[in-house]
């Protein structure tokens, strides 16, 4: 099992993932037990877009660690790292209400249990950003600071407020999304610890924070800029090894607002690009495919839709 392990995480990027996917088909059987076996294998799958497995992985992890809590009399959870991943997986199926459910559960624990709010408020972002449904319950409730503390509250309050700008903004209010832009702005300017913990990503979510509210009031072109400077930057960072850091993608919205913009090219470069970083992401290939349409690029755009139609067959 450890050889295994290791291997896994060696590999676990979309370049190296290949030389990993033989370990992570076999650690499952190694290893049927321990649930952090289960979801190791998903390193490998998420790097390469396999989403069906990566669900199965993290529903077997899942299982595992609801059995060990049911021997100790505690309910099944929605929160922790197992969960934060299968939420995701869901969302690239496009199976929302299994996401959204994960998401409001993990949110519900989170008022009773403090220590799940980063889980919970991770999950909400990453769930608005990858489902753009900004105008549902999970886009509208927010978990309560009171009990937190520390750099738990730091995170909490900062990503909350990411997440709840990037819904206001999807929904047209630019009016709330630029509440929560300058709440970002003034969190990050009076908690140095936040901004020394998170300093690869503050930039990244500045910008696209900053675009989306710059592309509800109207100004496209700064939206543009602002997503373009925050991909720019993530570009130069390692890529993540599970869902993304930057809960929306920059590149990925540099190439939806291009999309918007008429620049029709230069937005298939966008895309293309995106799906270096997260291969297979849903929402990339939709706009890869909005924007060949567009274009005339039939090759790319039936490329595109072959892969949304596997993911969705997979996700029934």
Not at 106 to 111: L, N, Y
Not at 136 to 144: K, S
Not at 246 to 253: D, H, I, S, T
Not at 273 to 292: I, N, S
Request: charged content about 25%.
């Amino acid at each position: 099992p450890g050889a295994a392990h290791y291997v896994i995480h060696s590999f676990d990027d979309p370049v190296h993932a290949p030389l990993g996917l033989e370990a992570a088909l076999a650690y499952a059987d190694i290893a049927p037990d321990a649930a952090h076996a289960q979801h190791m294998t998903t390193h490998i799958f998420l790097a390469l877009g396999m989403w069906d497995d990566l669900v199965e992985a993290n529903e077997r992890a899942d299982a595992v660690v609801d059995r060990g809590r049911a021997e100790r009399g505690l309910p099944p959870t929605d929160c922790g790292h197992y969960n934060e991943w299968l939420a995701y997986g869901y969302e690239q199926q496009g199976r929302t209400a299994a996401a959204r459910a994960l998401v409001t559960g993990c949110m519900r624990a989170a008022g009773e249990q403090p220590r799940r709010a980063v889980s919970a408020t991770g999950m909400r972002a990453l769930y608005l950003a990858s489902t753009n449904d900004v105008d549902g319950a999970v886009a509208r409730r927010q978990l309560a600071l009171d009990p937190l503390s520390g750099a738990d509250r730091s995170t909490v309050l900062l990503v909350q407020h990411w997440a709840s700008g990037f819904a206001a903004a999807g929904r047209g209010d630019a009016d709330r999304a630029r509440r929560h832009l300058a709440a970002f702005e003034e969190h990050l300017a009076t908690d140095p610890d936040v901004r020394a913990y998170w300093a690869g990503y503050v930039p990244v979510w500045r910008g696209t924070l900053r675009s989306v509210v710059a592309a509800a009031e109207g100004d496209l072109d700064a939206a543009i800029t602002h997503a373009h400077e925050a991909a720019e930057h993530e570009a130069a960072l390692p890529v993540d090894f599970g869902p993304p850091i930057a809960f929306k993608p920059p590149r990925e919205l540099e190439a939806e607002l291009l999309l918007s913009a008429g620049r029709v090219e230069e937005a298939i470069v966008a895309f293309r690009t995106a799906l270096d970083r997260t291969p297979r992401r849903t929402l990339t290939l939709e706009g890869l495919a909005a924007a060949t349409d567009a274009a005339g690029s039939d090759a790319l755009a039936r490329w595109a839709r072959e892969q949304l139609a596997e993911i969705r067959r997979g996700g029934r």
